[in-house]
Every structure is written in C-alpha cells, then in structure tokens.
C-alpha cells in the first residue's frame, strides 16, 4: 500500500513494514519537533512531494462545498491532494481530512479514533436569524456569530 503520513502518522506510528511507498508533504516535516520522531524519520524511506497548484484548488473547492475549508490547514489541503495525485492512502485521525477524502474516492485509515461513518455537508448558521449561510463568521444581517451546523448527512457504506 502506498502510504501519505500526516503529522500525527509520523509522530504515533511505529510500524511502517506494511507500507509500499511512503509520501508526505514538507510542511508535515516542519511540523516535527520531538526528538523520538525525528530520530525515526532518519531511518525511513519518505518521499517527500508537492502537489500541483491545480489540484490543490480543486481540494478546496470540494472542501468548500462540504464545508470543511475553514478547518482545513494548508497542510491538510496539500495532503488531500498529494493524495489524489499519487493515489496514496491517507493516514490520519482528523474528521475533516476524511470527510472530503470520503467525497472525493481517497482511501484513509483513522490511527486512534474510529473512522467516520457518515459523510457531512456543513454549513454556517446563525441562531439569530435562523438562516444558512455557506461560510463566513459573522451574520451579515444581525452580526451574530455563525455556528457550524450539519446539513446533509450521508451513512458511508461498506465501513
């Protein structure tokens, strides 16, 4: 399997044997700060890659439409689309990476917690006014801040 680690992948996995290829993005390195996974990052085999401009924009507008761009780092954004571009699985325990992986056909694997179980479409609300909106944080009518909600939610098959 090739493998694309995210930070928390480098940092609590020790058992890399199963991986064909590993990728990550630079960014995820700068992330590394703790000796241990430092030490362990000199003894593997990382491809470390970007991904192209253009598939990094069309992840965020998926994530726009699913309402995770605000909780996606630039990081995330670039992992999804390493991702994409080398038909890696992702590793990682972050909701939102695995939620526009999950629309977007990219296989993932959750370390710690479980995987999802339902792919969400989020959208802005403001309790004020009770009106959606697609992003933003303040309500452009009442100057209420806007909650993040649930809209569409779809149960995955074949968890």
């Given at each position: 399997m090739k493998a694309l680690l995210d930070t928390s992948a480098l940092i609590y996995l020790n058992d890399f044997r199963k991986f064909k290829k590993i990728f990550t993005v630079t960014e995820v390195l700068d992330e590394i700060k703790?000796?241990?996974?430092?030490?362990?990052?000199?003894?593997?085999?990382?491809?470390?890659?970007?991904?192209?401009?253009?598939?990094?924009?069309?992840?965020?507008?998926?994530a726009r439409k699913t309402g995770d761009l605000e909780k996606l780092s630039k990081t995330d954004l670039k992992i999804l689309a390493l991702a994409k571009e080398?038909?890696?699985?992702?590793?990682?325990?972050?909701?939102?990476?695995?939620?526009?992986?999950?629309k977007i056909g990219i296989n993932y694997i959750s370390l710690f917690s479980k995987k999802i179980t339902k792919l969400i479409k989020w959208k802005k609300f403001c309790p004020i006014c009770r009106r959606y909106?697609?992003?933003?944080?303040?309500?452009?009518?009442?100057?209420?801040?806007?909650?993040?909600?649930?809209?569409?939610?779809?149960?995955?098959?074949?968890?």
């Open positions: 703790d000796r241990n996974t430092l030490l362990k990052l000199s003894g593997l085999k990382i491809e470390v890659l970007e991904p192209k401009k253009e598939t990094v924009n069309e992840i965020k507008n998926i080398t038909g890696s699985t992702i590793i990682s325990d972050d909701y939102c990476i695995q939620n526009v992986a999950q909106f697609g992003n933003g944080k303040i309500c452009p009518f009442c100057g209420e801040k806007l909650i993040r909600l649930p809209t569409k939610i779809k149960k995955i098959r074949n968890l």
